[in-house]
């Protein structure tokens, strides 16, 4: 916000309360964002009110962000109109910068509101310039105190702005709070920003001012670090494919080590097999030789046995008929020996008869 002895200029992010601020102070209804997209999209001016019996006019300004509009679509609105105020002879007074006391960090569209500020404004504006922080109930005491001092002294943040005449003062979002943060510019000189007086004094064109070239400068360190970023996300990408491809050849290779080694089992397996059906029907030719050797030897062995028995049997027959031929043969000498002796008891007989007959007759001539 700024302001003339008339004008006061709210700047500040995106949500931060500008419009709040100015509407709870001046009686204005602008539009207050409760969505995540911004609220004020242009630059509008309150009717003039009375502070302590001095007129006021606050300027509500659109904030930088990535919400709805460019950046340099933006500063081209805030800067234009900040000219033809000036143009017109209406200079600012003040110049109130928003920022939340919540927000846990500054960073982004924070820290870009910031630079587009101080670039707007200038270092011999600063003295003019007030820090607003707000809704500090949001967070603890504590912790928003620590941000606070933070704020103050970190030269990242707005020490420089202190150490240029700045001050900062919180805001309770009530209207005294609103109020005392105007006072503090009754009877106080305008100034004139940088912006004011580069367009307008110097005749540069936007790019040409410093909030401009601080955009362009911002916008390439942006298009780096997205070009970074994107080329980050390539090398990730691509490490992630090399890996992914990687993984795949190792799975490949395990696979192709694996159906080898499959492969392989299965061959020594069939191979295994293979001799083992080789000793099999090896041993079963041996098995069937020695069959066959046994089934000859015992047939050998039963034609031999055959053949003593047939010799056995010859024998005997040979032996009994030689037997009988010898027992007939003896029968017959026996006969032969008996005949004989019926032959000689015959004859002794016989010649007994005759002796006795011819003793019986008187002694025999014969004998
Ligand atoms: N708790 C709290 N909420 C606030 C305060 N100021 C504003 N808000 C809320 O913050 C939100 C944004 O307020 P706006 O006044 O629209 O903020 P803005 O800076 O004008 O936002 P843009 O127009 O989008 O740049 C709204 O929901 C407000 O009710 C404050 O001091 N305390
Ligand atoms: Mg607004």
Redesign the pocket.
């Known amino acids: 916000m700024i302001f003339t002895d008339t004008i006061h200029s709210v700047i500040?992010?995106?949500?931060?309360?500008?419009?709040?601020?100015?509407?709870l102070v001046s009686g204005a209804k602008?539009?207050?964002?409760?969505s995540l997209?911004?609220?004020?999209?242009v630059v509008q001016s309150t009717q003039p009110f009375n502070l302590n019996g001095h007129s006021v006019v606050l300027i509500?300004?659109?904030?930088f962000?990535d919400s709805t509009r460019t950046d340099t679509d933006i500063l081209r609105t805030i800067s234009t109109y900040l000219a033809n105020t000036y143009r017109e002879n209406r200079k600012l007074t003040g110049i109130i910068y928003?920022h939340?006391i919540?927000d846990p960090r500054m960073t982004g569209v924070s820290r870009r509101n910031f630079l587009m500020f101080r670039k707007l404004c200038g270092d011999a504006t600063l003295s003019s310039v007030t820090l607003v922080t707000?809704?500090?109930?949001?967070v603890p005491e504590g912790v928003a105190v620590e941000r606070e001092k933070e704020l103050a002294s970190n030269s990242l943040l707005f020490k420089p702005v202190l150490d240029g005449g700045a001050r900062m003062v919180r805001?309770?979002?009530t209207l005294n709070s609103a109020r005392r943060i105007l006072e503090h510019y009754v009877g106080k000189g305008t100034v004139t920003l940088q912006i004011q007086d580069e367009v307008v004094t110097r005749g540069l064109q936007l790019e040409q001012t410093a909030a401009g070239a601080e955009l362009e400068a911002e916008k390439r360190k942006e298009l780096e670090e997205a070009k970074r970023k994107q080329e980050e996300e390539m090398r990730r990408a691509q490490e992630v494919l090399r890996a992914q491809q990687q993984a795949a050849e190792q799975r490949r290779q395990a696979e192709i080590a694996a159906a080898r080694q499959l492969a392989e089992a299965e061959a020594e397996r069939q191979r295994k097999a293979h001799e083992a059906e080789m000793l099999r029907q090896a041993e079963e030719r041996r098995h069937q030789e020695h069959m066959r050797l046994v089934a000859q030897q015992q047939l050998e062995h039963q034609m031999h046995m055959e053949a003593l028995e047939r010799q056995r049997q010859q024998d005997e027959a040979r032996r009994i008929q030689e037997e009988a031929q010898r027992q007939q043969a003896a029968a017959e000498a026996e006969r032969a020996r008996l005949h004989q002796l019926m032959l000689q008891a015959r004859q002794q007989a016989e010649a007994e008869a005759r002796r006795a007959r011819h003793h019986n007759h008187g002694p025999c001539i014969i004998c």
Do not use: C, E, Y
């Open positions: 500040g992010a995106t949500g931060t309360g500008k419009s709040t601020f100015i509407n602008f539009g207050v964002g409760n997209l911004s609220a004020t999209q509500d300004t659109p904030g962000d928003m939340r919540s707000n809704m500090w109930g949001l805001h309770d979002n």
